[in-house]
């Protein structure tokens, strides 16, 4: 938690696929201090006749690079998720080499009452799991 969906288009390496992943799983656990082994990603690859992201008017150029990252996750302060954004599109500039108007990011939220990690339990709920920032 949080489960994060990130949206590319086909043709990355897999080992620019790998670095993606770690980088912004790392950036998660840095921003919103969950354990290193809460790593809930799904990569999702994209033709490129079936992805269109355009800059809302904002005037950035998109490119090929492009990447779209849906973070579903609890509650969090504003000062976090706007944390978040400024450090997950440095982070991936300096070790992915995409350009920070190659980046747009959606955030979700939902209650300790939406998670079920298993065995039909709402773990943050029972306790079984810690309280949120």
């Given amino acids: 938690m949080p489960l994060v969906r990130i949206h590319v288009i086909k043709g990355r390496r897999p080992d620019e696929l790998e670095r993606l992943l770690d980088v912004i799983h790392e ?3 840095e921003s919103f201090k ?7 990603q799904i990569l999702h690859e994209h033709a490129p006749s079936h992805f269109r992201a355009l800059d809302t008017g904002l ?3 998109r490119t090929p690079n492009f990447v779209l ?8 302060t504003r000062r976090t998720k706007l944390s978040f954004y400024k450090n997950l599109t440095r982070s991936l500039q300096e070790r992915c080499h995409i350009e920070p108007s190659d ?6 939220e939902n209650s300790d009452y939406d998670w079920s ?3 039909g339990r709402a773990q943050f ?3 079984e799991l810690g309280a949120p920032e």
């Fill in 27 to 29: 950036t998660v656990v």
């Fill in 34 to 40: 969950v354990p290193l082994t809460d790593r809930y």
């Fill in 59 to 61: 005037e950035m150029e």
């Fill in 69 to 76: 990252v849906d973070l579903l996750s609890r509650p969090r």
């Fill in 103 to 108: 980046v747009m990011i959606t955030l979700l």
């Fill in 117 to 119: 990690f298993g065995l």
């Fill in 125 to 127: 709920v029972t306790g």
